[in-house]
């Protein structure tokens, strides 16, 4: 077996690794007030946690919650017993199999919980706002990353919306082009200025039959865009593709440029085409991924940097 392979199966984590993760746990469950008397309830933190699941999940059953909390089934039935006593907790026969019962949080217990969600939102606004939005972008990226490598496939169920732009979201494509392009790639301004010379003659001259605009949407908010333009009578031009940090990695990319390819050939567009720069690694593997050629490429001066701009191209 090789190193490579061996390294992929797991090797056991060295003293260093488990200090530093002992060292991050210790840091951030200070920052966060984890281990601080709390001031709004009498609760313990696998309490909380349990009436927090109980709001938003439909009717579990107790083995549901043992499973998912790895909490011991007795303790987790004395914090039941607890909730019920408190009027927060009704219980109704399970008609699948009667020896079980489906929780269900009343009006009393989702208003005790209120104030401690809100107390929880208001500690993270607090944690968030302290930030500059671009670290603010890291940070949100590298937590995902946590969760997405220590629960693959599970955790993050999000909603993700793939919907046509409309009021205020075009000055949002500039924004986020001038910011992830200035504090990624370091971008001048004027790069933003051509975005937005993009975006004001696509508004001006939009043609609904043969273009198109995607705004990609993860949990209501605003992630990623692109458009479709129409070039020629025959030839289409995929445009400002972005994602924000926080929404990478996860096949929205390949989404919007599956959209924009399978709407060109619905239009009958014999070829689209776009323009990149070959430091983009990312959308250029989406590219290859989809069958897009490189037809051309130059190096140029231009937004306070050398860069190397690509044109590629599908035939449809």
């Known amino acids: 077996m090789s190193a490579m392979n061996a390294d992929a199966l797991g090797r056991p984590a060295t003293a260093h690794e488990v200090k530093s993760l002992q060292g991050f746990n210790r840091f951030y469950t200070h920052r966060i007030g984890v281990l601080s008397p ?32 790895s909490l011991d089934a007795g303790y987790l039935s004395r914090i039941l017993r607890r909730f019920q006593g408190q009027g927060w907790l009704a219980r ?46 890291r940070l949100l990226a590298a937590m995902n990353t946590i969760h997405r490598l220590l629960e693959p496939g599970g955790g993050l169920h999000r909603t993700v919306v793939l919907r046509e ?15 992830i392009y200035g504090n990624e790639y370091g971008f001048n301004w004027e790069f933003e200025g051509l975005v937005a010379d993009i975006v004001a003659g696509y508004i001006r001259n939009f ?9 990609a949407e993860v949990d209501g908010e605003r992630v990623g865009c692109v ?3 129409q070039k020629s009578t025959t ?11 926080t929404a990478r990695g996860q096949g929205l990319g390949a989404r919007l440029v599956d959209e924009c390819i399978a709407f060109a050939r619905a239009r009958k567009y014999r070829k689209l085409v776009l323009g990149t720069q070959s430091h983009l690694l990312a959308a250029r593997a989406i590219y290859l991924s989809r069958g897009f050629s490189l037809t051309d490429s130059n190096s140029f001066q231009g ?8 044109t590629w191209e599908l035939r449809l």
């Open 38 to 69: 709390s001031s709004v309830s009498e609760l313990s933190l696998t309490e909380v946690r349990v009436l927090y699941e109980l709001a938003h999940r439909k009717h579990p059953v107790a083995s549901e919650l043992v499973r998912d909390l």
């Open 92 to 137: 109704q026969a399970s008609p699948a199999d009667r020896r079980q019962s489906l929780l269900e949080l009343t009006a009393t217990g989702h208003q005790a919980l209120a104030p401690l969600q809100q107390k929880s939102r208001e500690a993270a606004a607090g944690l968030l706002g302290d930030l500059p939005a671009p670290d603010r972008a």
């Open 165 to 179: 732009p409309r009021a205020a979201d075009m000055g949002w494509v500039v924004m986020q082009h001038g910011e």
């Open 207 to 215: 043609r609904p039959a043969r273009e198109k605009g995607w705004i």
């Open 227 to 229: 458009f479709v333009v």
């Open 235 to 245: 030839v289409a031009q995929l445009r400002l593709l972005i994602l924000t940090a």
């Open 303 to 310: 937004y306070g940097k050398d860069l190397v701009a690509e």
